[in-house]
C-alpha cells in the first residue's frame, strides 16, 4: 500500500506527489492523459510559447528604430507551431524523469476513486486497483460549456482546440474577455487575424483592478483589436462564415473561427460523490484549509475545488495537502496569490484592487508610478503602463499591487513576497533596487504611499 496515491498528474498533483516523496512518503500517481495536465498540455506553456513567438513577431516593425532592418520578413506558422510543440516535449521528459527519480510509480488510465483507500485504474488491457493510505484529488477543470445556439458548429472552438490550429485564421470573435480570451486574442491578432472580443461585463479583465482593465482596453483597441463589453453572443449560423449575432445589437460580425473562452469548470469525472459521502456545492469539491473533503483520508487540491484556478495555486495546494497526508500540518493561505496576463503589454496583480480594499477598510492609500519615466523601460521601448500600489492607511502594510507594462508578469514576484511577509510600504521603499531595472518602478510606488517617488514631478 502506498502512503499517498494522488488523481491527477496536472500541476496540483505532480506537486503534492513530489513534495509526499520528498517527506519521505511512497507515492504514485494515476494519470488518465499526459503528466502536466492543462498547464503543461494545452494551457500555461503552450500558450505563452505562443506568446513569445507572437512577442518576436511584432518587434520586427519596430527593428529599425534600434539599427537592425529586415525586410521581407515572413511569418512561418508552421515554426511556431514546432517551438510549442517541442517545449511541450521537453517539459514532459522532464517531468517523466522527476517521477523516477523520486521513485514515485504512474499508473496511466482512467482513475475512479472505489473507497477512502482505493483508486481503479481502467484501461483497454483491463482494471487495476492502487490503494493507499491517503488519496489527493486532483482532477482539474474542462472548458465551460456554454448554451448559445451554434456553439456545436464547426469552426466552434474550446481553448483546448485553438492550440490545435495549424493555421492563422483571417477573422476570429473570442466569447469571453477574461485571461484566456484576451490572451488569446493578443496572440492571434498579432499573428494577423482580424479578432474580435465580446465580454458580458462591463470591464474585460473583470476579476481584476478596475483601473488596470481600463487602461489595457486602449491599448488593444490601437492594436486593432476590436472590443464589445456588457455584449452577449445571442446565436451562431453558418453561411460562406460563421456568423454571429450580439444580444440588443443590430450588426452581425462574419468570422472564420469563434473561440469560446468563458473559463472552466472543475472536473469531478472519476469522483462519485454520492457514494463517497464527499461534500460538494454541485460543481466542484468542498475542502478546509488543510485542502482536506469532509471524508478523512481523501484530500483534493487544484482547479476541482473551484476559487482561484491557476497552475501555481494548485501546485501551493499540493504541497500543503501533501504535507497533511504525511502528517505535518499546515493550512493553506490565500492572502498573497499572483495572477499574470500575457497580453500585449502584460499585466499582474497580487492582492487587493483597490474596489477591495476601499470596502473592507475604508480610507487607504495608492500610489502609481509610471514605466514613462524608468531608464530601463525606455531603453527597451516600452514605455507605457504603469504600477499601483495600494497600502492601509494607518499601518502602511501594502494591501495589493497592479501592475501594466513591461515583463509585468516577472515583477509581480516582488509584490507577492512583500503582502506575504507582511511589509509596509516603507519596508520596500527602504529596499536598495538596483539601476537601471524595471524594478524600480516598485520602489517608486513604494515611495508615494507616504511621500513621492524619486523620479515623480511635484505639482
Not at 483508486?119 to 493510505?133: A, D, L, N
Not at 456545436?152 to 466569447?175: A, F, H, R
Not at 460538494?280 to 482536506?292: Q, S, T
Amino acid at each position: 500500500m502506498y502512503d499517498v496515491v494522488v488523481l491527477g498528474g496536472g500541476p496540483g498533483g505532480y506537486t503534492a506527489a513530489i513534495h509526499a516523496a520528498h517527506l519521505g512518503g511512497k507515492v504514485a500517481i494515476v494519470e488518465k492523459d499526459n503528466l502536466g495536465g492543462t498547464c503543461l498540455n494545452w494551457g500555461c506553456i503552450p500558450t505563452k510559447a505562443l506568446v513569445k513567438c507572437a512577442e518576436v513577431w511584432r518587434s520586427v516593425p519596430d527593428m529599425e528604430r534600434f539599427g537592425v532592418k529586415v525586410e521581407n520578413a515572413q511569418l512561418n506558422y508552421e515554426r511556431v507551431i514546432n517551438h510549442k510543440e517541442q517545449v511541450v516535449a521537453d517539459l514532459l521528459n522532464g517531468l517523466k524523469h522527476l517521477m523516477r527519480s523520486n521513485k514515485i510509480d504512474v499508473y496511466y488510465g482512467k482513475g475512479e476513486v472505489k473507497d477512502i483507500h482505493s483508486i481503479v485504474v481502467k484501461k483497454e488491457s483491463g482494471e487495476q486497483v492502487v490503494k493507499g493510505k491517503k488519496i489527493i484529488i486532483a482532477t482539474g477543470s474542462t472548458p465551460m460549456k456554454i448554451p448559445i445556439p451554434g456553439a456545436e458548429l464547426d469552426g466552434v472552438i474550446t481553448s483546448n482546440q485553438v492550440l490545435e490550429l495549424t493555421e492563422v485564421p483571417d477573422s476570429m470573435l473570442v466569447v469571453g474577455g477574461g485571461v484566456v480570451g484576451l490572451e488569446m486574442a493578443s496572440i492571434f491578432n498579432t499573428f494577423g487575424s482580424k479578432v474580435t472580443v465580446v465580454e458580458m461585463e462591463r470591464y474585460i479583465l473583470p476579476s481584476v483592478d478596475q483601473e488596470i482593465s481600463r487602461r489595457l482596453t486602449p491599448l488593444l483597441k490601437k492594436q486593432g483589436i476590436t472590443i464589445y463589453t456588457k455584449a452577449m453572443v445571442e446565436r451562431i449560423r453558418r453561411k460562406d462564415k460563421l456568423i454571429v449575432t450580439l444580444q440588443d445589437r443590430e450588426e452581425e460580425i462574419a468570422v472564420d473561427l469563434v473561440l469560446l473562452a468563458t473559463g472552466r469548470v472543475p472536473n469531478l469525472e472519476g469522483v462519485p460523490l454520492d457514494s463517497l459521502g464527499l461534500h460538494h456545492d454541485g460543481r466542484r469539491l468542498v475542502v478546509n484549509e488543510r485542502m482536506e473533503t469532509n471524508v478523512p483520508g481523501i484530500y483534493a487540491v487544484g482547479d476541482v475545488v473551484g476559487g482561484t484556478m491557476l497552475a501555481h495555486v494548485a501546485a501551493a495546494e499540493g504541497m500543503v495537502a501533501a504535507e497533511n497526508c504525511m502528517d505535518q500540518p499546515r493550512e493553506f493561505d490565500f492572502r498573497a496569490v499572483p495572477a499574470c496576463i500575457f497580453t500585449f503589454p502584460e499585466v499582474a496583480t497580487v492582492g487587493m484592487t483597490e474596489e477591495e480594499a476601499r470596502k473592507e477598510f475604508g480610507d487607504i492609500k495608492v500610489s502609481k508610478f509610471s514605466f514613462a519615466v524608468n531608464g530601463k523601460a525606455l531603453t527597451l521601448g516600452e514605455g507605457h503602463g504603469l504600477i499601483k500600489m495600494i497600502a492601509h492607511s494607518s499601518t502602511g502594510l501594502i494591501l495589493g499591487v497592479h501592475i501594466i507594462g513591461p515583463q509585468a508578469t516577472e515583477l509581480i514576484a516582488e509584490a507577492a513576497l512583500a503582502i506575504n511577509a507582511r511589509l509596509t510600504a516603507e519596508e520596500v521603499a527602504d529596499t536598495i533596487h538596483a539601476h537601471p531595472t524595471l524594478a524600480e518602478v516598485i520602489g517608486e510606488a513604494a515611495h508615494g504611499v507616504d511621500g513621492y517617488p524619486i523620479h515623480a514631478i511635484r505639482c
